[in-house]
């Protein structure tokens, strides 16, 4: 295997920041499956700190489609807003999600 190429700091770059979207997606789905089986409430943010999830391709857009995915397949529902002091740069929503009953009883994954 070649070596990694340093960045400009000296740091060598995560090897995670090369997974294709898919790749990152099979690598974090297992954390928010497990947190909507829970049946706790949670934020992307909280479950991608607790699992030390990478950072995906595009990290601007990749957090919110996959988050929006989850829902749309049903694994996760809408359960409000995050009020605390915790918001993003640019002043938005953050999103609070539970598990679906299905996905509670494991019958969604």
């Known amino acids: 295997m070649p070596a990694q190429q340093p960045t400009l700091d000296g740091t060598l770059p995560d090897p995670a920041s090369s997974l294709s979207y898919a790749e990152w997606v099979d690598l974090v789905r297992p954390a928010f499956v497990a947190a909507a089986r829970s049946g706790r409430r949670f934020t ?7 699992n030390r999830l990478p950072e995906p391709p ?5 957090w919110g489609n ?3 995915s989850l829902a749309r397949d049903r694994l996760i529902e809408d359960a409000g807003t995050d009020r605390s002091a915790r918001r993003t740069s640019e002043r938005s929503r953050v999103g609070v999600w539970r598990g679906t009953r299905a996905a509670q009883a494991g019958r969604i994954a």
């Open 58 to 62: 595009n990290a601007k857009a990749d």
């Open 44 to 50: 992307s943010y909280e479950i991608a700190e607790e």
């Open 66 to 68: 996959f988050v929006q």
